[in-house]
């Protein structure tokens, strides 16, 4: 027999495929770990919950199984919550070259489920059907949180050392204007991050894991509280019904897409948005004339539109509404996020989420803005560019609310990709 021919070069393997394999052999793992999400409903105050503080301490537990170089669960102080803290939680992976850090950020906070009568599970119970899983948050955002954890885990079962050091961070606020989340999390710990880093947040996508988000529009929510005069049923014209100014005022408000009417082909939508949604209860009973209505106003307006602008625009269109119909408009700013510049379409992470893409999907990877607004506008705020991305059905906030297994693990292999080869 002949002798083995002996290798002259020891090449190190190529970890890659391991890994790949592992993250397919975690799916079980992922149901399990959406489904203890799913039943910590993590609502901010003003949503009417508890705050992240429970769902937060889970996840530093699951963490902590990972051992990372460094864990930190940063609370901000809100008195609005049983525990008086909105957690924040960073893990941090060691790297081989310190040059740069390759951030994940998720939200821990999900919305409240809405109707009830719309949902076909209970929304707190995560429900698996074949390949797609339901419940409150299972998308938004438990999807990132799963995902990256599991590109985690694959590494370091595999025994493979990230290229650069990963950072997963996970927010909590981020539904209700993030102050208590990242911006607060940024105000505090700036320092841990680098220009040259690769920040990605998967927080928005498409189906097939194909677009990058790179910038957001601005975002404006106001809120209108229309005093009239109360009155019975029976005799309108002893008051001024509240509800029927209500429905002029948003009427009048259809100006406003006419207004801003900028399009911007590189966005998905290419236009402007101003859609009236929240409506508070007004009188309980049907023969009472109501003579106070609150509504409120959800604004994507895109970025060149100084936000100021469309609050003035606003306010004159209810001077004209005040003066038909004699009610008082009461205009509050309840949020607003003018839109940082975007992140350049050649920016590192971008090109390094496209390389990762390639060689998961097969598929090109596009850069594009979006109206949703993310927390990736503080980051690109204080000069750091960010991605939004991930594999996404596009059910966030909506009843029966899904997130596909094969999302998650085409995302953990993603994101595996990046830690070792950016
Ligand atoms: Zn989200």
Redesign the pocket.
């Known amino acids: 027999m002949a002798p083995r021919p002996r290798p002259i070069l020891k090449k190190t393997p190529n970890p890659w495929p391991g890994i790949k394999n592992r993250i397919r052999g975690y799916k079980e793992q992922m149901v399990a770990f959406q489904r203890d999400l799913t039943a910590i409903p993590a609502l901010g105050p003003q949503n009417g919950g508890k705050g992240e503080y429970a769902k937060a301490l889970y996840l530093e537990k699951q963490l902590k199984a990972l051992s990372p170089q460094t864990i930190l669960n940063l609370g901000c102080p809100d008195p609005r919550v049983p525990q008086g803290i909105r957690s924040n939680l960073l893990a941090l992976f060691e790297g081989q070259n310190s040059s740069r850090t390759i951030w994940i950020l998720s ?1 821990m906070d999900i919305v409240p489920i809405g109707d009830r009568r719309l949902w076909k599970t209970d929304p707190y119970k995560m429900k698996r059907k074949g390949d797609f899983l339901y419940g409150r948050g299972v998308e ?2 438990q999807h990132g949180i799963v995902s990256s954890y599991f590109a985690v885990k694959a590494l370091k079962e595999e025994g493979v050392r990230p290229a650069h050091p990963v950072g997963l961070l996970w927010v909590s606020d ?2 209700t204007g993030s102050h208590k989340g990242l911006e607060y999390f940024l105000r505090k710990k700036r320092n841990l991050f680098k220009v040259e880093d690769l920040i990605i947040v998967p ?1 928005a996508g498409n189906q097939e894991g194909t677009m990058i988000e790179v910038a957001e529009k601005s975002l404006l929510w106001m809120k209108f509280t229309l005093s009239g005069r109360q009155c019975h049923g029976s005799r309108p014209d002893l008051g001024i019904n509240t509800l029927r100014g209500t429905a002029h005022f948003i009427t009048a408000l259809e100006k406003l897409p006419r207004i801003f009417k900028k399009k911007n082909p590189h966005f998905d939508l290419p236009i402007s948005t101003f859609e009236p949604t929240q409506k508070e209860a007004n009188v309980p009973n049907v023969n009472t004339i109501p003579g106070q209505d609150i509504f409120y106003l959800d604004c994507r307006v895109m970025p060149e539109y100084p936000l100021s602008k469309v609050i003035d625009a606003i306010k004159s269109i209810a001077a004209e509404v005040e003066k038909k119909t004699g009610l008082v408009i009461k205009i509050e700013v309840v949020n607003t996020v003018q839109a940082p510049p975007a992140t350049k379409a050649d920016d590192p992470v971008v090109l390094a989420l496209q390389k990762a893409v390639q060689a998961v999907h097969h598929k090109k990877a596009f850069p594009l803005g979006i109206g949703g607004g ?1 927390v990736a506008a503080f980051f690109r705020e204080v000069g750091l560019p960010a991605a939004v991305w991930c594999s996404s059905s596009g059910t ?1 906030h909506q009843p029966n609310e899904f997130c596909r297994l094969s999302h998650l693990i085409k995302d953990a292999q993603v994101f595996a990709h990046i830690f070792c080869q950016s």
Do not use: L, S
């Open positions: 939200h938004d955002d981020e539904e927080d993310t966030a």
